[in-house]
């Protein structure tokens, strides 16, 4: 990745002390230039200063809370915002989604599950920015075995498109269509799911599939136009990579179908 600035800079937006100083510690050790700020209004004044590459926000707060600030940034940028937060109410999460949220991450998950998503994003930065210079390493990453990957979308060509980058990235894509009966399926390394699939073949399927599979846990996308907590709980054996919100940008799904699979492929030890 010539030409890619490996240290990012991360700005933390988190009134409690505690908690601010434990980030700071944290992302700095992973190799972050960290940028801390105490409220919301703190928070933009250190963004407009800083230009941060990443921004991880706490939604309550005095003063500005954390939707607010998000909407500021969203006026004029598309930096990752990751929100870690106290707040597990359905209404709190999606309002900081519809605020321009990138992620979602639980304060009682714990520091080490938002270094798994600040890591995870500021990978997908390097991944679009080499797509942007016109490199090819998006298509050209090589694992030591083929994935097994099932598609669960009702729109055929969305789901034509994803089998398609699944096939380039030189894994095996299964799809099952809106209409199909559901049917045992087993062997599946990876599952990309639009929430909008009927009963039965959705949310039910990837569920069942990951109870089946104690030895290994079974690597999730979920490519919807929505990301409601109450389904994401359902699946919380499942190991979670990437949300990707339709409709995506012509950029994205190879892209961060790229990084959520070498994602995967790191945690579950299978890169060579």
């Known amino acids: 990745m010539a030409g890619i600035p490996n240290r990012k800079k991360v700005l933390v937006v988190e009134d409690a002390f505690e908690i601010r100083l434990a980030l700071e510690l944290s992302l700095s050790q992973e190799g972050c230039e960290v940028i801390v700020a105490v409220d919301g209004e703190d928070g933009l004044t250190k963004f407009r200063e800083h230009t941060p590459d990443l921004v991880v926000l706490d939604l309550r707060m005095p003063g500005l809370d954390g939707s607010s600030v998000c909407k500021s940034i969203r006026q004029t940028s598309s930096v990752p915002v990751v929100v870690f937060s106290a707040l597990d109410q359905p209404d709190e999460v999606r309002e900081a989604i519809d605020a321009g949220a990138t992620d979602f991450v639980l304060k009682s998950t714990g520091v ?60 095996r894509a299964k799809v099952i269509r809106a209409s199909a009966r559901q049917e045992p399926v ?18 039910d399927l990837v569920e069942a599939i990951s109870d089946a599979q104690r030895n290994q846990p079974l690597g999730l996308i979920i490519a919807s136009k929505s990301n409601p907590p109450e389904q994401r709980r359902r699946l919380k054996n499942c190991l979670l990579l990437d949300f990707i919100e339709k409709p ?12 959520a699979i070498d994602l995967y492929c790191r945690r579950t030890r299978m890169s060579a």
């Open 112 to 171: 080490d599950e938002l270094l798994k998503r600040v890591n995870h994003w500021l990978d997908a930065l390097d991944m679009r920015a080499v797509a942007k210079e016109g490199m090819t390493g998006v298509h050209t990453r090589s694992h030591s075995r083929q994935l097994d990957v099932l598609i669960l979308d009702p729109e055929p060509a969305a789901s034509r498109a994803i089998a398609d980058e699944i096939e380039k990235l030189g894994h």
């Open 186 to 203: 087993q062997g599946i390394d990876l599952a990309i799911l639009d929430y909008a699939m009927p009963k039965g073949i959705g949310v």
């Open 248 to 259: 995506w940008e012509k950029w994205e799904l190879p892209v961060r179908l790229s990084v």
